[in-house]
């Protein structure tokens, strides 16, 4: 190769590095270097098997790095929350799966519910937030898109300017502790507001898996919402962290698929230490933040 054209490639390679926000220079994080990726046709997500019968369908080219789970049954499966509804999660899910399937949310912000409108049985908590995030919202998701938050290209077809959250129809509504037979698994509904009112995990207790939802994931989990209620907060990771001794794995809704059960004691450490004012947070776009390792909390000044 000439010299200008190796000067050339080096300073091209640079400029695109440089457009790149930071939070997408530091991907693929660690954890997925041992994760089984399984080829779909859809290059907006990326595909894991965390579990026999259990994906995780993960956005990376969105600041959120949102990630949805599709759990499947022998009867049934259920798709535990929908994502940025950016591309067309349906068309992924059909290639994993030929069961039925269920949706339900972790809880309904913007980031968890974008594709909920594809699909024709959706289960919802009782709550009145989720009864009015139903109705789909612009705002938020609009903000999802500012240049900073986007990693990559969007998918080929998307209209940015028309994006939003579309309304979706919730065919059956859930209660803390409700069971869903998928056929030779059980799924436990967890109410843990906190986060947002109808916040939930997802408890497999026959192979010790916890769908944390946004109650816990390795980033600073987002606690600074008005409709973010603190001391719901504190007694959800209380009550979550009350069940690892039958856990295995946590599989929270962003960032890492996978995480140690032993993090919920910490959370619960970590939110009370905050909550006495036994720690000094540090300024994050105009909110505060409080460090720990592995995670940190997003608070509200
Ligand atoms: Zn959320």
Redesign the pocket.
């Known amino acids: 190769m000439k010299f200008t054209t190796i000067f050339l490639i080096f300073s091209l390679t640079l400029a695109l590095s440089a457009q790149k926000p930071e939070w997408c220079q530091k991907l693929p994080r660690p954890e997925y270097a041992n994760l089984e990726r399984i080829k779909i046709s859809d290059p907006w997500f990326e595909v894991y098997r965390i579990r026999a019968g259990v994906f995780a369908i993960y956005e990376p080219h969105q600041f959120e790095e949102v990630i949805s789970y599709l759990v499947l049954g022998s009867r049934k499966a259920v798709l535990f929350d929908t994502g940025m509804g950016i591309s067309n999660m349906r068309k992924v899910v059909e290639e994993l799966t030929k069961l039925p399937v269920i949706v339900l949310n972790?809880?309904t912000?913007n980031?968890?519910v974008g594709d909920n409108w594809r699909f024709s049985e959706v289960y919802g908590m009782d709550t009145d937030f989720t009864r009015a995030n139903a109705k789909g919202s612009t705002e938020d998701a609009q903000a999802e898109l500012a240049p900073e938050e986007i990693c990559g290209d969007l998918p080929p077809g998307f209209n940015a300017r028309e994006y939003a959250i579309k309304p979706f129809h919730i065919t059956h509504w859930l209660h803390d502790g409700d069971k869903i037979d998928l056929g030779r698994r059980t799924l436990q509904v967890i109410a843990a507001p906190g986060?947002?009112p109808d916040?939930i995990a997802l408890f497999d207790e026959g192979n010790g898996l916890l769908f944390t939802?946004?109650t816990f994931y390795a980033g600073p989990i987002?606690l600074y919402r008005p409709e973010t209620n603190l001391d719901d907060y504190v007694a959800s990771v209380k009550k979550l962290a009350a069940l690892a001794p039958r856990l295995k794995l946590l599989l929270p809704?962003h960032n890492a698929p996978v995480a140690e059960p032993g993090n919920l004691a910490r959370v619960v450490d970590a939110i009370q230490q905050v909550r006495s004012g036994k720690i000094k947070p540090e300024p994050h776009d105009g909110k505060q933040e409080y460090k720990f390792s592995g995670f940190s909390f997003l608070m509200a000044k």
């Open positions: 972790s809880h912000h980031d968890h986060h947002t916040s939802g946004d987002y809704a």
